[in-house]
């Protein structure tokens, strides 16, 4: 029997009406800034695809219970609560069965938005292969979850932080279409290009949603990675960026800072060394996340 999340009212109302939908993680609430910061954001965020033309369907688990959407109450109570699990593929049944509270990463949402029947998601970055893997075996559970979940994420690459190059080999690897929106340049996150060149490149909301519904028709599984470059007036340059996040690292290393410590450690140092630059463009890069989900979700009606 196929479960089915909890559905807040707006989405439910969304659903009947055949109206567009995109998925929105929590750990941005609970884990990426403090309250009210958090919460004002996540509101922003939501009021953003409104505003495109689509429900926001904001995902998390809430006393057990997995939620696609939450009511501005659940908001409030979500980016105030304490404890907060970060959960992922392998966490979120566990921490269902036990009744306890999480906020979805990259691979989790993904799941949620399935079970919920929405079919694009918006994220700031998605995870991928940690540097240094080679030794550690450091990748992300979301490169696994984009070839076999089809759900459309609009993100703005993979997080800066990572080994981008062979976050897009294992993507390769793995049959996810990697698609860069309006340039050749995979997007740097907080820098609006890199020295890669994406797979692919797509101008419009309706080629994304074109090469979705292929996708199905075909029968291949997993789904689409749309990398939206930061607006230039929001990026932090490469240059300025690149020595900012290799020094964090070598603080890392040093400290002996490992596994799931080593990204919330080098997040907050990077925002430390770039005095609050990096949350600010973090912030701008979802909002822009989210207007071009909204606008692939409406092709897809």
Known sequence: MTFAPVLSPEVSAAQKAGSAIVA????????????????????????????????????????????????????????????????????????????????????????????????????????????????????????????????????????????????????????????????QSFPAFWSATSDLIAPLRMDNAADIAAAHKMRARLGLPGGQLVANPIPTNAEIPQSVMSPVIAQATAEATAQGISGKAVTPFLLQRIFELTEGRSLDANIELVLNNARLAAAIARELI
């Open 24 to 183: 929105l993680e929590s750990t941005i609430i609970t884990h990426g800034m403090p309250y009210p910061q958090n919460l004002q954001t996540a509101r922003r965020v939501e009021s953003e695809l409104r505003s495109a033309g689509a429900t926001p369907a904001t995902i998390a688990v809430i006393d057990g219970n997995l939620h696609a959407g939450l009511t501005d109450e659940q908001l409030q109570s979500l980016a105030k609560a304490r404890d907060v699990a970060k959960l992922s593929s392998a966490d979120l049944a566990a921490c269902m069965a036990q009744g306890r509270t999480g906020a979805t990463t990259v691979a989790a949402t993904m799941i949620a938005a399935h079970l919920a029947g929405i079919a694009v998601f918006a994220t700031g970055g998605i995870g991928g292969v940690h540097k240094g893997a080679e030794h550690s075996f450091d990748i992300s559970a979301d490169l696994r979850e984009l070839s076999q979940t089809p759900v459309t994420v609009v993100a703005a690459g993979a997080k800066a932080i990572l080994d981008v190059p062979k976050t897009l080999e294992v993507l390769e690897t793995l049959g996810v279409p990697v698609i860069a929106y309006r340039q």
